[in-house]
């Protein structure tokens, strides 16, 4: 217990530092972040950006993209954010989303993995969307030495749909006590020493509530498009593909919404960080101006904080 009181108080103070420093300048100019391929603006101003593309599976959709900043010789990558790009979990949207935040971050200091996978509409769904995640994630151990990555920090910021699936990713060392054995046999996994854990997770108005996401019929069935069918159908599915069933979590997820957002409500939000506060877990929920989309433009205060909060992540 006096472990737990002792991660808590230090979670809040970097949190609360980290918010504070982003949200508290909402009127200062906006940071320029990455301007181009191979060249760096903002924090790591002049410095190269490199990218480099690889496959973590045969499918086209199988792949991420990892953005590096230039380091001095024999000095390590401190972590890896993981950038996981929402859709509401459909084919039309892809990694393009997440392309101008993971150059961010790598003008910025940190590495990023931008993560592509298989959504509803081009092989995705279930199980497959949630099967590419997870080896998705688990590529980055097969970069590591490649890159110079230190994976002892990996932090997953995930943006609505990508927020749900950070947040679920986070949990997966539980997923096998969940009590739903047929689904969890069609997800399988790296159970070895090999799998990548995520040691924390910044959701950007992310779906972190799916029972609750369906009965409001959010974006016209998207829950029921991803999962195959109604939760009435397949509720053992739908149970294991919730975040909030694995709560609490061993590792702190920061929800961050903005105020303004009116395609993925506040209650998303709001209804995990109570359950996971009751649950004694390391968990904030953070209000930023801005809309849906706002969250994921570099030109923001309410990305900005996003960015200071991952950072803050990866000390």
Same mark, same amino acid.
Request: include cysteine; charge should be positive.
């Given at each position: 217990?006096? *472990?737990?009181?002792? =991660?808590?108080?230090?979670?809040?103070?970097?949190?609360?530092?980290?918010?504070?420093?982003?949200?508290?300048?909402? +009127?200062?100019?906006?940071?320029? +972040?990455?301007?181009?391929?191979?060249?760096? %603006? +903002?924090?790591?101003?002049?410095?190269?950006?490199?990218?480099?593309?690889?496959?973590? %599976?045969e499918d086209a959709s199988q792949w991420g993209e990892l953005f590096l900043p230039e380091l001095p010789a024999g000095a390590e990558h401190r972590g890896v954010v993981v950038v996981i790009h929402g859709g509401y979990w459909r084919s039309q949207y892809g990694a393009e989303l997440g392309e101008p935040i993971?150059?961010?971050?790598?003008?910025?200091?940190?590495?990023?993995?931008?993560?592509?996978? =298989?959504?509803?509409?081009?092989?995705?769904?279930?199980?497959? &969307?949630?099967? *590419?995640?997870?080896?998705?994630?688990?590529?980055? +151990?097969?970069?590591?030495?490649?890159?110079?990555?230190?994976l002892g920090p990996v932090v997953a910021l995930g943006h609505s749909a990508g927020g749900h699936l950070a947040a679920w990713a986070a949990g997966r060392g539980k997923l096998a006590q969940l009590g739903m054995p047929d689904a969890d046999r069609q997800v399988p996994r790296t159970s070895d020493a090999s799998a990548v854990h995520l040691t924390g997770v910044v959701s950007q108005s992310g779906l972190l509530n799916l029972a609750e996401a369906e009965k409001l019929n959010l974006s016209n069935g998207a829950v029921s498009n991803l999962l195959g069918g109604s939760?009435?159908? $397949? @509720?053992?599915?739908?149970? $294991?593909?919730?975040?909030?069933?694995?709560? @609490?979590?061993?590792?702190?997820?920061?929800?961050?919404h903005g105020s303004e957002d009116t395609t993925v409500p506040l209650g998303?939000?709001?209804?995990?960080?109570?359950?996971? &506060?009751?649950?004694?877990?390391?968990?904030?929920?953070?209000?930023?101006?801005?809309?849906?989309?706002?969250?994921?433009?570099?030109? &923001?205060? %309410?990305? =900005?904080?996003?960015?200071?909060?991952?950072?803050?992540?990866?000390?």
């Open positions: 217990m006096a *472990d737990l009181r002792r =991660r808590t108080f230090v979670f809040r103070t970097l949190v609360g530092a980290a918010a504070a420093a982003a949200v508290g300048t909402l +009127g200062a100019a906006c940071s320029p +972040g990455a301007e181009r391929d191979g060249t760096a %603006g +903002g924090g790591a101003k002049g410095d190269a950006v490199k990218r480099h593309k690889y496959q973590y %599976g993971a150059k961010d971050l790598a003008a910025h200091g940190m590495a990023a993995w931008n993560l592509e996978y =298989r959504r509803a509409g081009n092989g995705g769904g279930w199980p497959n &969307t949630f099967i *590419d995640v997870l080896a998705g994630i688990d590529k980055l +151990g097969d970069l590591a030495a490649k890159h110079a990555l230190n939760s009435s159908k $397949y @509720p053992h599915r739908y149970k $294991y593909a919730d975040p909030m069933t694995a709560l @609490p979590l061993a590792v702190p997820v920061i929800a961050v998303q939000s709001e209804s995990y960080v109570n359950a996971g &506060t009751t649950a004694n877990m390391e968990t904030r929920l953070i209000r930023v101006p801005g809309n849906h989309y706002a969250l994921i433009d570099p030109k &923001t205060p %309410g990305y =900005r904080a996003c960015r200071e909060l991952v950072r803050s992540l990866l000390r």
